[in-house]
Nanobody, 123 residues
Framework: QVQLVESGGGLVQPGGSLRLSCAAS????????MGWYRQDPGKERELVAS???????TYADAAKGRFTISRDSAINTVYLQMTSLLPGDTAVYYC?????????????????WGQGTQVTVSS
């Protein structure tokens, strides 16, 4: 079907930057919204930022002014540029995509998730 593979997480000091990438592959016909979510242990997964196929972006209040979401539709990839990172940004970050794909020549629509990438902000 469809796979999402994230990369770019890691350990960074407060005030530092990271860039996350998420590449979608499979029998993709079209990708509508793509987004980044994050989850702390014991907490619900929360939206960080999303972007439509037309390039319209939405940000959580905590991400506004510090994070930038973008996408390259030609290669089915979404990015999250994170700057001025804070310890409170520490979480597992997940990529999400609303995908129209084909299976046995029949189109389907579904949400897909990546496996998650750990972001740790600590001195």
């Amino acid at each position: 079907q469809v796979q999402l593979v994230e990369s770019g997480g890691g350990l960074v000091q407060p005030g530092g930057s990271l860039r996350l990438s998420c590449a979608a592959s499979g029998r993709i016909l079209h990708i509508n919204d793509m987004g980044w979510y994050r989850q702390d242990p014991g907490k619900e997964r929360e939206l960080v930022a999303s972007i439509t196929s037309a390039g319209v972006t939405t940000y959580a209040d905590a991400a506004k002014g510090r994070f930038t979401i973008s996408r390259d539709s030609a290669i089915n990839t979404v990015y999250l540029q994170m700057t001025s990172l804070l310890p409170g940004d520490t979480a597992v970050y997940y990529c999400n995509a609303h995908v129209v794909y084909s299976s046995n020549l029949v189109p389907y629509t579904n949400d897909f998730w990546g496996q998650g990438t750990q972001v740790t902000v600590s001195s």
